[in-house]
């Protein structure tokens, strides 16, 4: 039994897990366990074409630095990437959260617009199987669990899309599954979400009703802030 799949209440976690891999294999190591299958599958059309290109790019989304993901580790997953796919392009990071995800993937556009190879992979990966880190989720009241019923259900997964330009796409034959037409990204004013939701729990002890509508007013503007 990991001691880090009981919450503070002493109840078992409820967790999103991949059961194939072992709980511990953990840090950089699981985030490239993650990304693999899901690279390799987004890349598959492009590489069974043999086609002598560039390289070809990544923009990766990350999650912001946290207790289990210290700053460094968004370098060294980068590398360790790098290292198993060599034959990927340059490797740029989006460690910004839930907002990183649309972040690369504008980036991409550009990239495949402008840049020496008309693709680029756009992906993100993220697992919260950390000890450090669900017990930061638990002490910031975000673990969802009996005593909690404002939190989530902490997971892991990773996925990654090939973006190309119209012209290349039908140029090579591949299929087409989505256009990509305009994006915008913007900072939000209001970052403190974790000590929003833990002082909303506390105000839930005295004034449920009242904390109902803030947590649905909170949970609204953490959701536009994606």
Known sequence: ???FLIDKVGDPMSVAIDRLLGLEVNGVERFLELAKPALQEA???LNSLNLNLAPVPVFLGLPEPRPGWP???TAKFAAKLKE???????????????ASGLQALEEAAQAVRNGPTPFALVGGVDSYMDADTLDWLDREQQLMSTANRAGFPPGEGAGFCLVGTVRAIRQYRMNLLAWFVASATAMEKNRDA???TARLADAAQDHPQRA???DARGGLRRRLSL
């Not at 198993?84 to 839930?98: V, Y």
Request: without cysteine; negative net charge.
């Open 1 to 3: 039994e990991h001691r």
């Open 43 to 45: 890349i598959a059309p």
């Open 71 to 73: 700053t460094d580790n």
């Open 84 to 98: 198993t796919f060599p034959w990927l392009g340059h490797i740029r990071t989006f460690p910004n959260g839930h």
């Open 194 to 196: 974790v000590g929003q």
């Open 212 to 214: 109902d509508q803030a």
